[in-house]
């Protein structure tokens, strides 16, 4: 009875902590501190999910490990007078089956939801809404509207001399303009060295190999511009490839893609400014040699 009655006093500080904690979660908290916000693609929630999913498994599972850990070495410490090593424990049938079951459940269970996500964020448009083909250069990224034939040149991320903190001029970042709702698919190409596509709140990003076509499939759901990034070490001005993605509504990527066509920019940037021209796959066609 008396226990009974201690236990439910402990129980009320333990259960308004829970509920302080739980209900003074952050968002960012609840997302495991990805740097995006739900929603932002048709991707991100599936990210988030197993990303936050795993922290609690393995926190459960580390809890408990750390917890029989110090319940071992105090329960089973070298008492006074004790010499000589303790009775030993090996050959324990149950034991030795529990932790090879268990941690084989585990890793077959991260491996299925992995799995099953990557194949839904791979998983190809038929038809996709927009094609974007983009290039990585050392150190900056062209973008090619294939479907309206105009096309973007960047230019590498400059210096601000005004900034202590050796940021570059945002507004001479290159930028890609992506309508909000739409199908994409990318096509990620490099002129010279392996790049890698990041943009950072699409939790996603993928190499840009030379002479090699790699597929990135989105639906941007959130209006915003969104920080890029080369994320693949790539020479000396890698820390300055940087872009913007624009997610906007389809009237002003039309009028986006119309300013580009009239400032002249038709037609696309290829593999014909490719440094290296006899790669196989992206060489000069036949005719040509
Ligand atoms: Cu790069």
Redesign the pocket.
Known sequence: MRSNRRLRWAAIPIAVVMSVVLAGCTQAQLQGWLPTEPGTTNNVDKVIGLWVTSWIVLLIVGVITWGLTIWAIVVYRRRKGQTGLPAQLRYNMPIEIFYTIVPLILVLGFFAFTAKDQSEIEAAYDNPDVTIQVF?K??AWDFNYVDEDVYYAGVQGQDDPDDANGNLVESELPVLYLPVGKQVHIQLESRD?I??FWVIDFLYKKDMIPGKTNDMYVTPEREGTFSGK?A?L??EY?SM?LFNVKVVSQQEYDDYIQSLKDAGQTGQLGHEYDRNQNLPGIGKPAEEE
Do not use: R
């Open positions: 990585g050392q150190w060295v790049h890698s080369c693949e790539c020479g890698h490839m």
